[in-house]
């Protein structure tokens, strides 16, 4: 189990599940905000305290639920739009996880968006696998 919180501590999470892969996503939020993430099932996280201070943020589609502390800001973690019985959440607010011990894959985000009147409607999937 790994232990994770936002920067001004307001949020504390649990996450169950073994980390063997992470992804990064080239969308425009993603971009923006460096993420890299772990996908685990719903039920594989718990908010342990401050809800409460949870923020949500929707844009494009509004079908993925991006959350961030509304106190020191940082994404902790979001429903993911093409597994929303999954949640992406933020390896850098992970107690003591070594982001360099796992590898890294790929998601090609920026063509979901239904801005691009060519877009896909589905996710196409992990793309390429850059390692670590
Ligand atoms: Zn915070």
């Not at 502390?69 to 992406?88: L, Q, T």
Request: charged share 20%; glycine share 6%.
């Amino acid at each position: 189990m790994h232990k994770g919180s936002c920067h001004c501590g307001a949020i504390h999470f649990s996450v169950e599940a073994t980390i063997s892969e992470l992804t990064t996503c080239d969308c425009s939020l993603c971009v923006k905000r460096n993420a890299r993430m772990v996908k685990v099932p719903e039920d594989a996280l718990t908010v342990l305290q401050g809800e409460a201070d949870l923020t949500l943020y929707q844009w494009n589609t509004h079908r993925a639920k991006h959350y961030f502390c509304r106190h020191c800001g940082i994404y902790v973690f979001h429903r993911k739009r093409a597994a929303p019985d999954h949640f992406g959440v933020n390896i850098f607010c992970l107690d003591d996880f070594d982001a360099t011990s796992v590898p890294i894959c790929a998601t090609e985000g920026a063509t979901m968006t239904v801005e691009d009147p060519n877009a896909r409607s589905e996710w196409p999937g992990p793309r390429v696998n850059t390692g670590t």
